[in-house]
């Protein structure tokens, strides 16, 4: 993959190797031997494995995925390929030799006779039987892209990254070979063709893997007391378990292991992209930090404990107070979501029966904050965990522009759902702008935005089950993008934007702006509500709308007391009119520790990355912070929620801003207003 680049080496030489036997008792083709002579093993259980003369019992059946390659028009050729041929004596640097249809390359790592690091380079192919080419797989994260660390292969010089040098160092064993699949090794990266055809052939490659090799690093920031935790947390769900797992949250001197573990969790390998088809296709996976090693169920048993008690860690660890998260994250956040729980919800989709077209967009959305050198790869890494009619319309090939990928994405999302989410993707706050000139509704995958998209989040469903009426009014380059909307109305006044990242002071500040001046100056001049009326709508507002249990409550009765109280605790200098100060007395709970939670638990991710707003006929919402006075509000038929559009350029056209909760129109009601004449159908061209 284009992430693990690989620098040719500096160095030639006359390549006089001797034969080596594999690790299990492959024969494959070597890249640079001698001669054609196919290289042999002594035969195992009086058994010849020469993998050009294997039975026909002995080869599995194409898989679905092979017959989506034959489908695209590539050639399956037959076992193992007599293409790789020795480079001559004149060449001057070390040279790949081509590989055909399935064809892939295996390596075989040499014993460690010596401290340099010495591999061949085998040609194998897909159709051969997996018992018949046995081989681990390594999923690593890239680090240092710059590749330094020298190797031998084939004889010459070749030169990886670290990361990658550290993981052969791991799996490589004293007294035998092993056989093992690497990407920087085993794809040419400067061969865009080879890439593009090697990288469509992935999920296969980890699939038919006899198992995974998961390298999260070297022994490093106390990671043995993560290790430790790990093995030592209770994975048997009784009375008695829990409760040892409440007194390890709670207990001091297990402190730093939930310290160590959260930075292996932050480790970079869990932000690699690429992990997730490695890992979802792997038959078997085993991680391995430094010395230690563990089973994938045993990390992925840990996280789902991990969730099911977020609630203790989140008090006793609380964000902003508990040092140790290099983002600022929550112990909670990170132990639960993320690490090898990441995964989790992506092993769901994949596992689905009934998985349509729309899990293209769930995928992707969930991956969103994986990190990929190569931009296209936001969309080509997730293949591997898609259905097969998903992939056959995005064939990776890395000639294609960048602009070209990610609007097919929304053009296949468009027509296969009939469903317009997709756009709301496209996120611009904090400030951002794409350096590919992308239309304004054309999500850039490769930006990692501090928020997400409301409809998918919670569950709205502003335009009913209506399907959408869109269009493409400049084919094939597909800037334009016609869609029909019920027009709700035009932003009035907006407050503050909230950031990412906040303190709760940041929210505290948020919600006096938002009740001084917005909501103050719509109770002056609100003729038909009263201020208890108005103020319900605002709680519930800056809250999403979100219940807070099985009872109906006043959202006036949470939202005023709390922020009212924390304003007057924290802010002690900030004068609060009376209607606060009296709202600040009726806060029942004494402690500011419980008050933090609440306000983190319900508020932050309403209102991060968002403002309030008021329309000219008295709506009031939570949109993008990006929003302007004067941008219209409407419902999109085939969207979750509503979303903001800002008038832009010459004649009727207008830049996406974001989508937005309006309140009372987040399940229909526009749909409902609209077939009773209530509220009018527009036609809206986004650029």
């Known amino acids: 993959m284009p992430e693990n680049s690989v620098s040719p080496p500096s160095t030639p030489g006359p390549e006089k190797r001797r034969r080596r036997p594999t690790a299990s008792g492959d024969t494959l083709q070597a890249q640079h031997a001698p001669s054609r002579e196919r290289i042999r093993r002594k035969p195992t259980r009086g058994r010849d494995l020469n993998l050009h003369h294997l039975e026909e019992d002995e080869v599995d059946e194409p898989s679905n995925s092979s017959l989506s390659l034959l489908r695209a028009g590539i050639t399956l050729p037959s076992r193992i390929s007599n293409t790789s041929i020795p480079t001559s004596a004149g060449d001057s640097s070390f040279q790949y030799r081509p590989i055909h249809g399935t064809e892939f390359r295996l390596v075989r790592l040499l014993p460690a006779n010596m401290s340099t690091i010495k591999c061949e380079l085998l040609h194998a192919s897909l159709e051969t039987a997996p018992t018949a080419q046995k081989y681990i797989a390594i999923s690593y994260a890239w680090g240092d892209i710059d590749p330094d660390t020298r190797i031998q292969v084939d004889g010459s010089p070749f030169y990886i990254t670290p990361s990658l040098h550290g993981a052969l160092k791991r799996l490589r064993k004293q007294d035998e070979s092993v056989m093992i699949w690497a990407d920087a090794l085993c794809i040419d990266q400067r061969n865009k063709t080879e890439l593009s055809q090697q990288v469509g052939m992935m999920a296969i490659i980890y699939g038919q893997a006899e198992s995974v090799a998961v390298w999260l ?22 009375d008695g378990a829990n409760d040892a797992i409440v007194d390890m949250i709670a207990a001091d001197e297990w402190k730093p292991h939930f310290s160590a573990l959260v930075r292996l969790f932050e480790r970079d390998f869990w932000r690699r992209l690429w992990i997730v088809q490695e890992i979802l296709n792997a038959r078997s996976v085993t991680a391995y930090c430094g010395l230690s090693a563990l089973s994938w169920d045993i990390l992925r048993g840990v996280s789902r404990i991990f969730e099911q008690f977020a609630e203790e860690l989140r008090y006793h660890f609380p964000r902003g107070m508990t040092k140790g998260s290099q983002h600022g994250l929550s112990y909670a956040h990170i132990l639960s979501s993320q690490g090898p729980a990441s995964l989790n919800v992506l092993q769901t989709l994949k596992n689905a029966e009934n998985a349509d077209p729309g899990t293209l967009l769930d995928v992707i959305r969930i991956c969103r904050s994986k990190m990929a050198s190569e931009p296209r790869d936001k969309v080509f890494g997730v293949l591997g965990v898609l259905p097969e009619d998903v992939r056959y319309h995005f064939l990776p090939d890395y000639n294609v522009s960048l602009r070209e990928v990610y609007t097919n994405v929304v053009d296949f999302l468009l027509h296969t759902t009939r469903r317009i989410d997709v756009i709301c993707e496209a996120i611009y706050f904090p400030i951002y702008m794409n350096t590919v000139r992308l239309p304004t509704w054309v999500p850039d995958w490769s930006h990692i935005p501090s928020t997400t998209a409301l409809g998918l989040s919670y569950g709205f469903s502003a335009a009913s089950h209506i399907d959408a009426d869109f269009d493409f009014l400049d084919p094939p380059q597909r800037t334009r993008l016609k869609m029909s909307a019920i027009y ?64 109906p409550v006043s959202w006036t009765k949470i939202c005023y007391p709390l922020f009212a109280s924390l304003i007057r605790d924290r802010l002690p200098h900030i004068s609060m009119e009376d209607r606060l100060q009296g709202h600040a007395e009726q806060m029942e709970e004494p402690t500011l520790k419980n008050r933090r939670l609440t306000i983190q638990n319900r508020y932050a991710s309403c209102m991060e990355g968002r403002c309030f707003f008021i329309t000219h006929n008295g709506l009031m919402g939570m949109g993008s912070g990006f929003i302007k006075d004067g941008d219209v509000v409407c419902v999109p038929l085939g969207c979750r929620t509503p979303v903001i559009l800002r008038p832009e350029g010459q004649g009727d056209e207008y830049r996406f801003v974001g989508d937005t909760y309006v309140d009372e129109y987040m399940d229909g009601k526009a749909v409902v207003e609209w077939k009773s004449g209530k509220r009018k159908l527009m036609k809206y061209i986004l650029h």
């Open 217 to 238: 690093g070297p022994e490093s920031d106390d990671s043995e007391l993560a290790i430790q935790l790990i093995r030592e947390i209770p994975q048997h769900d009784d």
């Open 488 to 551: 709700l109305d035009t932003v009035r006044i907006r407050g503050i934007a909230v950031g990412t990242f906040c303190t709760l002071d940041d929210y505290l500040m948020a919600f006096l702006h938002w009740q001084a001046k917005p909501l103050g100056k719509h109770i002056a001049r609100s003729r038909e509500a009263t201020v208890e009326e108005i103020d319900e709508v605002f709680c519930r507002t800056i809250g999403l709308g979100q219940d807070w249990g099985d009872k």
